[in-house]
């Protein structure tokens, strides 16, 4: 089993930044991929960033050249980044990852952080 504590999440003016951190924790053997999404009311969750073991990243079109993910395999821990904050940013960001438990490769949810952008 994985925990994933997020954390960061708050209001913001429009133009400003914040950084999101979530810890993996817990009996896995690995984590593969980290990443986070976010969902909007009334809108699907989508794919804000992801990163793989070996650092390799991939970006929603509207958040690139905005929002850097990072991960700290150390620590089991993945940042955003995100700078120039637009009210449409305006969700519930959650992190996801893979995790190796040795069994099987498991995906894994937090509970979500608000990010509120104010015009």
């Known amino acids: 089993q994985v925990q994933l504590v997020e954390s960061g999440g708050g209001l913001v003016q429009a133009g400003g930044s914040l950084r999101l951190s979530c810890a993996a924790s817990?009996?896995?053997?690995?984590?593969?991929?980290m990443g986070w999404y976010r969902q909007a009311p009334g809108k699907p969750r989508e794919l804000v960033a992801r990163i793989t073991s070996g650092g390799s990243t991939n970006y929603a079109d509207s958040v690139k050249g905005r929002f850097t993910i990072s991960r700290d395999t150390t620590k089991n821990t993945v940042y955003l980044q995100m700078n120039s904050l637009k009210p449409e940013d305006t969700a519930v960001y959650y992190c996801n990852c893979n995790a190796n438990t040795g069994i099987s490769i498991v995906n894994y949810w937090g509970q979500g952080t608000q990010v509120t952008v104010s015009s």
């Open positions: 817990g009996r896995f053997f690995s984590i593969h991929a």
